[in-house]
């Protein structure tokens, strides 16, 4: 019912800068909470930022202070704007939101594709 698209990954070096990019489409859907988590090779899927629809945000303490997430709700769309990356911050991250389908009222939940974060030293 809800897709969700995520772009802005690359290839940068230590100290550098990225914007990521996630956009959700479908119809007759809220969003409520909206976030980024990220999975290194050989380790778990870790929580990185979340942000409500009122706009309260919540970062991974290994984050705070270099990333900020950020949603413009006319276009579905939630930002990470990653700032001092280092290359411990290489990994997929994957978009995830959940809300509700209004003719239903029922909720939902979704993951992007997943976009690849590579930080050279």
């Known amino acids: 019912q809800v897709q969700l698209v995520e772009s802005g990954g690359g290839l940068v070096q230590a100290g550098g800068s990225l914007r990521l990019s996630c956009a959700a489409s479908g119809s007759s859907f809220s969003i409520n909470a909206m976030g980024w988590y990220r999975q290194a090779p050989g380790k778990q899927r870790e929580l990185v930022a979340v942000i409500t629809s009122g706009g309260s945000t919540n970062y991974a303490d290994s984050v705070k202070g270099r990333f900020t997430i950020s949603r413009d709700n006319a276009k579905n769309t939630v930002y990470l704007q990653m700032n001092s990356l280092k290359p411990e911050d290489t990994a997929v991250y994957y978009c995830?939101?959940?809300?509700?389908?209004?003719?239903?009222?029922?909720?939902?939940?979704?993951w992007g594709q997943g976009t690849q974060v590579t930080v050279s030293s």
């Open positions: 995830n939101a959940g809300g509700e389908i209004y003719i239903y009222g029922s909720k939902w939940s979704a």
